[in-house]
């Protein structure tokens, strides 16, 4: 019998009630009194010396309150990145500054060099076009390639270098696995690339400030992953507001898929103008803007080669790999291509000898940090692209290959040679499901079928693995990372019964407001609608690090269980106290206090009551008040891991690529939620099969975006995907979280797209064509030119 | 956007005179001229709408001949011209329900994108664009990308279209726009087969002299089987190479043959 409530069950979201209502409650909709605007100048050109901004003229335009340039923030502090990394020879990364508004030089086109406030949004913007601006173009670099290139121009000039770093990983690895590929009986090789995204969110960025001059506080509202980090960022490197008098509020988020992770200069920006101007000050990005602007993602171009005996077992994997970084380095840039990405290189496979390089390169485009996935779906994609290609010339059927190499049940905890203990996993089981959700045994009749109809059909395998709940801090601060990666909650008892649970993770899409209740609610034996989650707001939760990297429930969800632990041990306190019983008598069962052995006992309810009306507590013994808080920091990360299957059906006339079936079996461990974990595995894989199929961010070689609107870069829609045959039955619990959950908000989009191309070039060759790879995304047009060259 | 005046008149004489004032411009569905004018691309002082303009409203057929109201809606025709279907259905596959309930067919004529379906319809149909002022041919009308024959102030008051024998559109959409990366619309006339290619030329809409030929001595899609296009002047971009687009336009006109109606 399947639940209907608690652990396992699936309630329907209960925050959807608003969202689908109109009644959600985002940055934009906030209007404060007396509210103004602010307008952004941002760069046309990719590269650029500023040899002048003058304000005059804007300043006398009508409603227009204050103009910014990059003068007015020489003294303040710049933004940083959240990681450090040494090059393989030790020297420390090149870290850029990265100023509130550009000064000197702007540096990719969106970069923002001046910014009016008016009394409204038109009028601000009347007056950016208004200001009177010399910069001179300078040659740009828009790809990592080019920017390497010897005499390159530079993007900034005090740094001397377009080479952030050139990571090697791990280096006591290198000489092994040169070795081991130099003596190989086989080796693949494969250069791809993996396409720069623009993530989209639904709601563009956007920020509020408000500044109270009678007391000196801060308030701003903004669309954020993670309202602590902001505040921190913004306080301790940015803007130097004592943490004490910022509040950071992100209310309703409508996605950030990783680009409102970050802190960027608009927010800045507004709460300076917010103090200057003793009035609150709201910016709303347009999609222009949020195209030119929000963090990109991947854009990798690697060389992967798979070494081999000739039955397919795998010796040493190498990789090669330049990441553009962009034209600053955004909060995580410099962990997203190193840890979250170079770590995961043996994949799901008992391979001995992995060696990673990756070098970080600075370039005239927008800032590149994680998105959904984060450097795990670069990882993957290299490593199942190479393997479908050994299949092929080793002539191995492509599951054969990865079961044979595959790291058996008995083998965990397993260390890899990059670094990373995987602590369960049964991937032969999660490929058995595969293999039966997807009725794989009934692909060679329907790819007769396609072919009787003219189309030609393919078949694309893939298993990956990922790493998510990032921790622990103590690990990742010997890595490099410059924060702790913890997690937080408050669970709070009201007098009445009713819960609130503060808590640090973030919701914009997750479905937190629903998840989280169901865990307290099992621990506590009462009902989830009695329980409310707060987050968002740094002056009502505990200090959290937010949402990003699948880590919601995995951290957070612990800290959550963790302090809903204390309440029931101090309830139990009380209960005895109400009972006249002795602690050690209690059980607690149902949502029931009871003394074992009699037919006492008290309901959860009473207790809460008793805690705020305690007449009768012995003070010395029992404090008044039930609420508790746990910060959880994770022994290790989690690992989730799947299989996936892609049928596609190739026109040969026109390239064009249908997906005809795709299936899904993942191991997430524990499920709390089914029908939410079904909802973030169908994004995921809607957004990797546009990354596989549709969505390319292009440059020119200029630095000019071309595909910087719906009208040129290609957004799924719903008659784009296919129906999914999703699974999560294969469960191997987290060893070391008190859930036993893995993650799930990013595997969707890890898992599909080298399942997607695989398909495809299983197609073409299925024609005899003489195709083993095609970059994505596969446009028609690319399909078609890959089958006629 | 820039502020601006707005003009509701209902008839033709009323909407031409409101447009002989300075930086007027016709407003028909707003669905390419408000965009750009909220991206500060265009700067009309005034706009006249035509939407309330009786006369150009309505769709009828009359013998060989369909009349399309000049404010007539994309939708309107999707559920009007039964008489002519394949029209009907071009009508019915363009943007959107949104851009189709407020999109007409004189703003698409008169703006004449490179990449937009209603140039093919009307250049396959040997349509005749009729103005406030006269009459103008299809072939006349059309002068390269975003170019046509009208003058300043002239508006397109209705369409009207030779019935073909047989007729189909074919568009293969840009994956990110969805207008169409190559659209063809193949018309069986009884004097003879025309093909009117879109999305293709950096000259924007043309008919494909050797395919109609071919076509009009064998209405088969073998006919043009030997048949290719110089990718030379064909558009070029991140969605398909110039040789991609003349690949294409051939798909498209067979299939577009092997569908006609
Ligand atoms: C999301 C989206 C998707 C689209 N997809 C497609 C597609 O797939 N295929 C396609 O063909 N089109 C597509 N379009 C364009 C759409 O069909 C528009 O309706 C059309 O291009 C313009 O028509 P309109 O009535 O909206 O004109 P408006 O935007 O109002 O005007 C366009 C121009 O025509 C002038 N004008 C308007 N009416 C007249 C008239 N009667 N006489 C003279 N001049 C006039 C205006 O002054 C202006 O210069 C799409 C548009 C959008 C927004």
Same mark, same amino acid.
């Given at each position: 019998?399947?639940?209907?409530?608690?652990? *396992?069950?699936?309630?329907?979201?209960?925050?959807?009630?608003?969202?689908?209502?109109?009644?959600?409650?985002?940055?934009?909709?906030?209007?404060?009194?007396?509210?103004?605007?602010?307008?952004?100048?941002?760069?046309?050109?990719?590269?650029?010396?500023?040899?002048?901004?003058?304000?005059?003229?804007?300043?006398?335009?009508?409603?227009? @309150?204050?103009?910014?340039?990059?003068?007015?923030?020489?003294?303040?502090?710049?933004?940083?990145?959240?990681?450090?990394?040494?090059?393989?020879?030790?020297?420390?990364?090149?870290?850029?500054?990265?100023?509130? @508004?550009?000064?000197?030089?702007?540096?990719?086109?969106?970069?923002?060099?001046?910014?009016? +406030?008016?009394?409204?949004?038109?009028?601000?913007?009347?007056?950016?076009?208004?200001?009177?601006?010399?910069?001179?173009?300078?040659?740009?670099?828009?790809?990592?390639?080019?920017?390497?290139?010897?005499?390159?121009?530079?993007?900034?000039?005090?740094? %001397?270098?377009?080479?952030?770093?050139?990571?090697?990983?791990?280096?006591?690895?290198?000489?092994?696995?040169?070795?081991?590929?130099?003596?190989?009986?086989?080796?693949?090789?494969?250069?791809?690339?993996?396409?720069?995204?623009?993530?989209?969110?639904?709601?563009?960025?956007?920020?509020?400030?408000?500044?109270?001059?009678?007391?000196?506080?801060?308030?701003?509202?903004?669309?954020?992953?993670?309202?602590?980090?902001?505040?921190?960022?913004?306080?301790?490197?940015?803007?130097?507001?004592?943490?004490?008098?910022?509040?950071?509020?992100?209310?309703?988020?409508?996605?950030?898929?990783?680009?409102?992770?970050?802190?960027?200069?608009?927010?800045?920006?507004?709460?300076?103008?917010?103090?200057?101007?003793?009035?609150?000050?709201?910016?709303?990005?347009?999609?222009?803007?949020?195209?030119?602007?929000?963090?990109?993602?991947?854009?990798?171009?690697?060389? +992967?080669?798979?070494?081999?005996?000739?039955?397919?077992?795998?010796?040493?994997?190498?990789?090669?790999?330049?990441?553009?970084?962009?034209?600053?380095?955004?909060?995580?840039?410099?962990?997203?291509?190193?840890?979250?990405?170079?770590?995961?290189?043996?994949?799901?496979?008992?391979?001995?000898?992995?060696?990673?390089?990756?070098?970080?390169?600075?370039?005239?485009?927008?800032?590149?940090?994680?998105?959904?996935?984060?450097?795990? $779906?670069?990882?993957?994609?290299?490593?199942?692209?190479?393997?479908?290609?050994?299949?092929?010339?080793?002539?191995?059927?492509?599951?054969?290959?990865?079961?044979?190499?595959?790291?058996?049940?008995?083998?965990?905890?397993?260390?890899?040679?990059?670094?990373?203990?995987?602590?369960?996993?049964?991937?032969?089981?999660?490929?058995?499901?595969?293999?039966?959700?997807?009725?794989?045994?009934?692909?060679?009749?329907?790819?007769?079928?396609?072919?009787?109809?003219?189309?030609?059909?393919?078949?694309?395998?893939?298993?990956?693995?990922?790493?998510?709940?990032?921790?622990?801090?103590?690990?990742?601060?010997?890595?490099?990372?410059?924060?702790?990666?913890?997690?937080?909650?408050?669970?709070?008892?009201?007098?009445?019964?009713?819960?609130?649970?503060?808590?640090?993770?973030?919701?914009?899409?997750?479905?937190?407001?629903?998840?989280?209740?169901?865990?307290?609610?099992?621990?506590?034996? +009462?009902?989830?609608?009695?329980?409310?989650?707060?987050?968002?707001?740094?002056?009502?939760?505990?200090?959290?690090?937010?949402?990003?990297?699948?880590?919601?429930?995995?951290?957070?969800?612990?800290?959550? !269980?963790?302090?809903?632990?204390? +309440?029931?041990?101090?309830?139990?306190?009380?209960?005895?106290?109400?009972?006249?019983?002795?602690?050690?008598?209690?059980?607690?069962?149902?949502?029931?206090?009871?003394?074992?052995?009699?037919?006492?006992?008290?309901?959860?309810? %009473?207790?809460?009551?008793?805690?705020?009306?305690?007449?009768?507590?012995?003070?010395?013994?029992?404090?008044?008040?039930?609420?508790?808080?746990?910060?959880?920091? $994770?022994?290790?990360?989690?690992?989730?891991?799947?299989?996936?299957?892609?049928?596609?059906?190739?026109?040969?006339?026109?390239?064009?690529?249908?997906?005809?079936?795709?299936?899904?079996?993942?191991?997430?461990?524990?499920?709390?939620?089914?029908?939410?974990?079904?909802?973030?595995?169908?994004?995921?894989? *809607?957004?990797?099969? *546009?990354?596989?199929?549709?969505?390319?961010? !292009?440059?020119?070689?200029?630095?000019?975006?071309?595909?910087?609107?719906?009208?040129?870069?290609?957004?799924?829609?719903?008659?784009?995907?296919?129906?999914?045959?999703?699974?999560?039955?294969?469960?191997?619990?987290?060893?070391?979280?008190?859930?036993?959950?893995?993650?799930?908000?990013?595997?969707?989009?890890?898992?599909?797209?080298?399942?997607?191309?695989?398909?495809?070039?299983?197609?073409?060759?299925?024609?005899?064509?003489?195709?083993?790879?095609?970059?994505?995304?596969?446009?028609?047009?690319?399909?078609?030119?890959?089958?006629?060259? | 956007?820039?502020?601006?005046?707005?003009?509701?008149?209902?008839?033709?004489?009323?909407?031409?005179?409101?447009?002989?004032?300075?930086?007027?411009?016709?407003?028909?569905?707003?669905?390419?001229?408000?965009?750009?004018?909220?991206?500060?691309?265009?700067? /009309?002082?005034?706009?006249?709408?035509?939407?309330?303009?009786?006369?150009?409203?309505?769709?009828?057929?009359?013998?060989?001949?369909?009349?399309?109201?000049?404010?007539?809606?994309?939708?309107?025709?999707?559920?009007?011209?039964?008489?002519?279907?394949?029209?009907?259905?071009?009508?019915?596959?363009?943007?959107?329900?949104?851009?189709?309930?407020?999109?007409?067919?004189?703003?698409?004529?008169?703006?004449?994108?490179?990449?937009?379906?209603? /140039?093919?319809?009307?250049?396959?149909?040997?349509?005749?664009?009729?103005?406030?002022?006269?009459?103008?041919?299809?072939?006349?009308?059309?002068?390269?990308?975003?170019?046509?024959?009208?003058?300043?102030?002239?508006?397109?008051?209705?369409?009207?279209?030779?019935?073909?024998?047989?007729?189909?559109?074919?568009?293969?959409?840009?994956?990110?726009?969805?207008?169409?990366?190559?659209?063809?619309?193949?018309?069986?006339?009884?004097?003879?087969?025309?093909?009117?290619?879109?999305?293709?030329?950096?000259?924007?809409?043309?008919?494909?002299?050797?395919?109609?030929?071919?076509?009009?001595?064998?209405?088969?899609?073998?006919?043009?089987?030997?048949?290719?296009?110089? /990718?030379?002047?064909?558009?070029?971009?991140?969605?398909?190479?110039?040789?991609?687009?003349?690949?294409?336009?051939?798909?498209?006109?067979?299939?577009?043959?092997?569908?006609?109606?």
């Amino acid at each position: 019998m399947p639940k209907d409530s608690g652990i *396992g069950a699936s309630p329907k979201r209960r925050e959807d009630v608003r969202f689908l209502t109109g009644n959600g409650n985002y940055t934009d909709d906030i209007n404060l009194h007396g509210q103004a605007y602010a307008a952004f100048a941002r760069s046309n050109v990719a590269n650029g010396k500023i040899n002048s901004v003058d304000t005059s003229a804007a300043e006398a335009m009508p409603g227009v @309150l204050a103009v910014f340039t990059g003068e007015d923030f020489v003294e303040v502090g710049g933004n940083p990145a959240g990681w450090y990394i040494e090059s393989r020879d030790g020297t420390p990364m090149k870290e850029p500054k990265r100023p509130v @508004l550009a000064h000197g030089k702007v540096r990719h086109v969106g970069d923002a060099y001046a910014a009016v +406030i008016a009394e409204t949004y038109e009028q601000a913007r009347d007056a950016v076009e208004a200001l009177e601006v010399d910069i001179d173009e300078l040659p740009a670099v828009a790809s990592s390639v080019a920017a390497l290139a010897e005499g390159a121009p530079l993007v900034h000039d005090e740094i %001397e270098t377009n080479l952030c770093f050139d990571w090697g990983w791990i280096e006591d690895n290198r000489a092994a696995t040169d070795e081991a590929i130099k003596n190989a009986p086989h080796v693949t090789t494969l250069e791809l690339v993996n396409n720069r995204l623009v993530p989209n969110a639904m709601e563009p960025r956007a920020s509020t400030a408000n500044y109270n001059p009678g007391t000196g506080d801060y308030t701003l509202y903004t669309t954020s992953q993670n309202p602590h980090l902001t505040r921190l960022l913004i306080c301790a490197f940015v803007m130097g507001i004592p943490e004490n008098k910022l509040t950071v509020i992100a209310p309703d988020v409508g996605g950030g898929f990783g680009s409102k992770i970050y802190h960027y200069g608009e927010e800045a920006l507004v709460l300076a103008a917010a103090k200057k101007l003793g009035r609150p000050v709201k910016w709303t990005a347009d999609r222009s803007e949020s195209f030119l602007t929000d963090a990109h993602g991947r854009d990798h171009v690697t060389t +992967i080669e798979l070494a081999t005996e000739t039955d397919g077992t795998f010796i040493a994997i190498r990789t090669s790999t330049l990441a553009n970084v962009g034209a600053y380095l955004s909060n995580f840039s410099t962990c997203v291509p190193t840890f979250l990405h170079g770590t995961l290189m043996a994949g799901n496979y008992a391979v001995p000898n992995v060696y990673v390089n990756l070098k970080a390169v600075i370039t005239n485009t927008a800032p590149v940090d994680a998105y959904r996935g984060a450097g795990r $779906p670069e990882a993957t994609y290299s490593i199942e692209r190479v393997i479908d290609k050994c299949a092929r010339e080793l002539g191995i059927d492509p599951i054969a290959i990865r079961r044979k190499n595959f790291i058996k049940p008995d083998q965990f905890p397993y260390t890899t040679p990059v670094g990373l203990q995987y602590d369960t996993g049964d991937y032969d089981a999660v490929m058995d499901k595969l293999e039966e959700i997807g009725d794989l045994a009934g692909f060679p009749a329907r790819r007769a079928e396609s072919e009787a109809n003219g189309k030609i059909r393919g078949l694309g395998i893939n298993s990956y693995i990922e790493a998510c709940g990032i921790a622990p801090s103590n690990l990742v601060g010997v890595l490099g990372a410059r924060v702790g990666l913890y997690d937080a909650a408050t669970v709070r008892v009201n007098a009445t019964g009713t819960l609130a649970v503060m808590v640090g993770a973030h919701s914009h899409g997750q479905g937190h407001e629903t998840a989280f209740p169901q865990v307290v609610a099992e621990m506590l034996g +009462i009902d989830e609608g009695l329980i409310e989650i707060v987050h968002g707001d740094t002056s009502k939760i505990p200090f959290g690090m937010g949402t990003y990297g699948s880590r919601s429930l995995a951290v957070c969800g612990s800290a959550v !269980v963790r302090a809903t632990e204390k +309440i029931i041990k101090k309830a139990t306190k009380i209960a005895a106290h109400m009972m006249e019983a002795s602690e050690a008598d209690i059980e607690f069962k149902d949502g029931q206090f009871s003394v074992t052995g009699t037919d006492k006992s008290v309901a959860f309810g %009473e207790v809460a009551f008793k805690a705020y009306v305690p007449h009768d507590f012995p003070a010395e013994e029992l404090e008044p008040g039930l609420e508790e808080t746990a910060f959880y920091d $994770p022994a290790n990360f989690t690992y989730p891991a799947g299989a996936y299957a892609c049928e596609v059906e190739v026109d040969p006339d026109t390239g064009k690529v249908s997906i005809e079936r795709f299936s899904a079996a993942d191991d997430f461990g524990n499920i709390i939620n089914p029908m939410i974990v079904d909802g973030q595995v169908h994004g995921g894989i *809607g957004q990797g099969i *546009g990354q596989a199929l549709l969505e390319g961010c !292009v440059y020119d070689e200029d630095g000019q975006l071309l595909s910087a609107s719906y009208m040129d870069y290609a957004m799924p829609r719903a008659d784009d995907l296919p129906f999914y045959a999703v699974d999560h039955s294969c469960q191997t619990p987290c060893t070391h979280n008190p859930l036993g959950v893995k993650g799930c908000g990013e595997a969707g989009a890890i898992g599909s797209p080298p399942a997607v191309v695989n398909a495809v070039v299983d197609a073409l060759q299925s024609a005899g064509k003489d195709v083993t790879h095609i970059d994505m995304p596969l446009s028609p047009g690319r399909v078609w030119a890959a089958m006629n060259g | 956007m820039y502020n601006f005046e707005y003009e509701k008149p209902s008839s033709v004489v009323d909407a031409v005179a409101a447009l002989a004032s300075d930086e007027a411009q016709a407003l028909g569905g707003g669905q390419t001229l408000i965009p750009t004018m909220k991206q500060r691309l265009a700067s /009309p002082a005034k706009l006249v709408s035509l939407s309330g303009v009786a006369e150009m409203q309505g769709v009828s057929a009359d013998g060989g001949l369909l009349t399309v109201g000049g404010a007539v809606t994309h939708a309107e025709v999707a559920a009007q011209a039964s008489a002519y279907p394949a029209l009907a259905r071009m009508a019915g596959r363009i943007g959107d329900p949104a851009v189709r309930n407020r999109g007409t067919i004189g703003g698409s004529l008169a703006n004449n994108d490179p990449s937009a379906d209603y /140039p093919a319809a009307a250049l396959a149909s040997a349509a005749t664009v009729v103005t406030n002022a006269r009459e103008i041919a299809a072939d006349d009308f059309f002068q390269g990308m975003f170019d046509t024959a009208l003058d300043e102030g002239e508006i397109i008051t209705s369409v009207k279209f030779a019935v073909p024998q047989a007729a189909s559109y074919q568009k293969f959409v840009q994956p990110a726009s969805r207008f169409a990366l190559v659209g063809v619309f193949v018309a069986k006339h009884a004097d003879g087969v025309r093909v009117a290619v879109t999305g293709a030329s950096e000259e924007g809409v043309f008919r494909w002299g050797e395919a109609e030929a071919a076509l009009s001595a064998d209405f088969a899609a073998d006919a043009i089987a030997g048949l290719s296009l110089d /990718p030379s002047g064909m558009i070029g971009d991140l969605h398909g190479t110039k040789e991609y687009r003349a690949h294409l336009v051939g798909v498209m006109t067979k299939r577009a043959v092997a569908a006609a109606t």
